[in-house]
């Protein structure tokens, strides 16, 4: 007798009815369910309603009567848990540089959302996204494994209007004319080592 409701794919903690077609003469119906599942009604019954947990295996029923057993029917289902949490590259960032995004759940559709940023949103599994404007914005993704069966998480990000401080050296000989230097944007010291003729000592200032 063929199990004649009840998907093969199922999304973690969904509520599904599974059902076989009556067999004539059966007094109950013997079901067992991946470990973590609840029954929610018809326990004995040829259609029962369970709460699945987190584990996949296999959904399997044998019909009863006081003459003895039917064979087992066996039904493997799949559960699923989709993730929507990702990581950010750099972790670090400024505005006007490019950051990627990358999801961590592989396989499934993405639907990105970036308050502010370029582009607003983005399909991508990895996107790579810039901001304008120093603050603090919301990043969202929602993960669709299947229809129905999805996740979402947001996070804050945090845009710095300068750059990680990085340590640059510029090396200047004499020429007998003014030379200039023009100082990075956000730079807030710079040291001047100064050396005389012949490998003088040089001295310094800040």
Do not use: H
Not at 24 to 34: D, E, I, M, Q, V
Not at 63 to 92: E, I, K, M
Not at 161 to 186: D, H, K, N
């Amino acid at each position: 007798f063929p199990v004649t409701i009840g998907p093969s794919q199922i999304c973690l903690n969904d509520t599904v009815l599974f059902s076989v077609a009556a067999v004539t003469g059966a007094t109950n119906y013997l079901w067992s369910f991946p470990s973590g599942s609840t029954i929610l009604s018809g326990s004995g019954s040829d259609s029962i309603l369970v709460r699945l947990g987190q584990n996949s295996g296999t959904v399997s029923v044998v019909a009863q009567n006081g003459c003895g057993n039917s064979s087992t029917v066996n039904l493997p289902v799949l559960v699923a848990n989709p993730d929507s949490t990702f990581t950010v590259n750099p972790q670090s960032i400024s505005i006007n540089t490019q950051a990627v995004f990358s999801a961590l759940q592989t396989g499934a559709s993405y639907a990105w959302t970036f308050s502010s940023g370029t582009p607003g949103s983005s399909t991508q599994a990895a996107p790579v996204v810039s901001w304008s404007q120093a603050g603090s914005y919301n990043v969202v993704l929602n993960v669709t494994l299947y229809p129905g069966c999805f996740s979402s998480s947001t996070q804050s990000i945090t845009v710095n209007a300068c750059p990680p401080p990085l340590q640059s050296t510029a090396t200047f000989s004499y020429t007998g004319s003014v030379q200039t230097w023009t100082v990075p944007v956000c730079a807030t010291s710079v040291r001047i080592q100064v050396s005389g003729g012949q490998g003088g000592k040089y001295r310094d200032w800040e």
